[in-house]
């Protein structure tokens, strides 16, 4: 009797949830939903309204126009998880290794480190882009003054080989303070016995790096994996400053953020307008493989936290 | 000895990177107090007489302050909102004991995990059906709406680790549960109020994404909207643009340097995310 009285209090807490569910839900939750529902969908108007079933699916991966951009746009976007994960990563795990040390001076490098993380990823891909320009820029200049006399004039993000890897190490340089943070949080979470117990056995820093450190660390290197996976899936902002949204040279910085934001919203050549029953497709093909690299994170956390 | 040597080393990687970092930065800096030929025949030193030309021109002959204060506008009411809205929630979120409540807050988490872009195509149709593509308006609840998971997140866990007894007083003094949310929660939550306001903040001020899509018209173009625009016409003279980078960056980065830790603490916790 109580609680049925409670449950109908004027104040009930359901009540104080209600704005942010209402805002929530008609601008974030549902729209997600619904761009998926609408993959299904075709249609010139505003909203496809014909249902078509897997068709847009059939046209994203049979359609040469549809199905070549898609590979390339996959393999681009592995290129840039590749050099995050080989360089942004593992230079995070350097600095938060020296940085969890006793040096002086550390919490002004820890700021510098971090600083281009709170830069506009637009600001920063602007700027790498004056940097890299083949005849003023400062990279070219001094290359040059070293003698490195080839790359006078060099168009870094001109050329189809080289143009990815520079837009994932602008990426890189931008990011490399939040997995500094995380593992610097992780090395500061182990217990100094272990490492005390480890050096007392004659264990060299080295050794112990890799011996000691490295493993207990197992699940914070999933979780930095993990978010840069979702990151570079969801990427675009850089590659629209630094090449443009067409991927430019001949689509070798294409991700799949350009590839949704052309098809799906801006319209890719030679059709200027946007198909949104194929591009809402393309967003529940990035949905999926988000779900998927998740997926494999926590089944490979609860294992490894089951063997412990 | 050999401590001493690892410790140099440490040194010189960090310098190294350092160096690395803030060079991109400290010529932005000095090349836009630069005329253009100076700016290509010396990159890298700081000007013996400044030209302030390049700012006076983007301050006084150019939209920019209109686009900075639209984003500030943008900025101010969703952090306002998101903070109100979202403290209100996870203030029930963090007493309500039920299915109901695990559910509701297992639902705003899910947004954690999953990035609004992919929303975009029925963001777009919804916003324009309510009439608002190319206004500012149309940025605000779609901007809440993206904060929201984040910042019930962060603030529910937040009030959980609230010391119960302040609370429990309070109920027996009969106080109502939106006396208690004004007088005794939001005065306690302050700090975590600073980081979920910092995650948007950063979010929302260097968004190009949204923007974009909206397609604002020219007196509504958000600060990096307008920056894509400059960066277009401006591009063959490098003053202006370096000076319209410098600008839409300085305010933040003189914030963060003000309060780097609250701000390290912010984006590593909005980044984890979940």
């Not at chain 2, 440490?10 to 060079?23: C, D, G, R």
């Not at chain 2, 929303?119 to 904060?147: C, K």
Request: glycine content about 8%; aromatic content about 14%.
């Amino acid at each position: 009797m109580a609680q049925a009285k409670r449950r109908f209090r004027k104040d009930h807490w359901f009540f104080f949830t209600i704005p942010a569910l209402v805002i929530y839900v008609w601008f974030m939750a549902f729209p997600l939903f619904n761009s998926m529902r609408m993959s299904f969908y075709q249609g010139t108007g505003l909203i496809p309204t014909q249902f078509v079933g897997l068709q847009n699916y059939v046209e994203l991966f049979t359609n040469p126009l549809f199905r070549d951009r898609l590979l390339g746009a996959l393999k681009n976007t592995c290129i840039l998880f590749a050099i995050c994960m080989g360089i942004q990563n593992t230079l995070g795990l350097l600095f938060a290794n020296i940085l969890a040390g006793r040096l002086k001076g550390r919490s002004v490098f820890r700021t510098i480190i971090f600083l281009p993380a709170t830069m506009s990823v637009l600001v920063t891909g602007f700027l790498w882009k004056l940097i890299l320009n083949p005849h003023w820029g400062a990279v070219n200049q001094i290359l040059v003054r070293f003698g490195l006399k080839q790359f006078e004039g060099y168009p870094w993000l001109g050329k189809p080989e080289t143009a990815m890897i520079m837009v994932g190490l602008v990426t890189a340089w931008q990011w490399v303070g939040i997995p500094t943070m995380i593992f610097l949080a992780g090395f500061q979470g182990i217990s100094e016995d272990v490492l005390e117990a480890a050096s007392i056995d004659g264990a060299s820093a080295l050794q112990i790096f890799w011996k000691v450190k490295l493993p207990l660390l197992t699940p914070v290197i999933g979780l930095v994996a993990v978010m840069t996976f979702v990151g570079n899936f969801n990427a675009f902002d850089i590659v629209f400053a630094m090449t443009n949204a067409r991927g430019a040279p001949e689509y070798s910085t294409d991700i799949m953020g350009t590839l949704f934001y052309r098809i799906g919203i801006a319209g890719q050549h030679p059709v200027a307008q946007p198909n949104m029953g194929v591009g809402a497709s393309i967003a529940t093909v990035i949905f999926f493989i988000l779900f998927l690299g998740v997926s494999m994170w926590m089944y490979f956390r609860e294992r490894g936290s089951r063997v412990q | 000895m050999r401590h001493r040597r690892t410790n140099l080393i440490h040194y010189l990687i960090l310098l190294a990177w350092s160096l690395i970092v803030l060079f991109p930065v400290w010529t932005m800096l000095v090349n836009s107090l630069k005329k253009q030929l100076d700016i290509f025949r010396d990159p890298f030193v700081f000007p013996p007489s400044p030209n302030l030309a390049g700012y006076r021109y983007v301050l006084q002959d150019s939209d920019f302050l209109l686009y900075c204060w639209n984003t500030l506008f943008v900025v101010g009411l969703t952090i306002f909102v998101t903070l109100f809205i979202g403290s209100l929630a996870s203030y029930a979120l963090a007493f309500w004991k039920g299915k109901a409540s695990k559910f509701l807050y297992l639902l705003f988490l899910s947004g954690i995990m999953i990035p609004i872009r992919l929303g975009t195509i029925n963001i777009f149709q919804i916003v324009r059906s309510l009439g608002l593509m190319g206004s500012l308006y149309g940025l605000i609840p779609v901007y809440i709406a993206w904060g929201l998971p984040m910042a019930v997140f962060v603030l529910t866990t937040f009030i959980q680790e609230l010391p119960r007894e302040l609370i429990e007083v309070a109920e027996i003094d009969g106080a109502s549960r939106m006396r208690i949310y004004s007088n005794i929660i939001v005065p306690l939550i302050r700090p975590a109020l600073g980081t979920v306001a910092i995650i948007n903040l950063i979010n929302i001020w260097n968004d190009i994404w949204f923007p974009l899509i909206f397609n604002l018209k020219e007196s509504h173009r958000t600060l990096m909207l307008g920056v894509t625009y400059f960066f277009g016409t401006y591009q063959t003279d490098w003053t202006k643009v370096l000076v319209v980078l410098t600008l839409a960056t300085l305010p933040i980065i003189l914030l963060y340097i003000l309060m780097s830790k609250q701000f390290i603490k912010g984006l590593t916790a909005g980044a984890i995310k979940g």
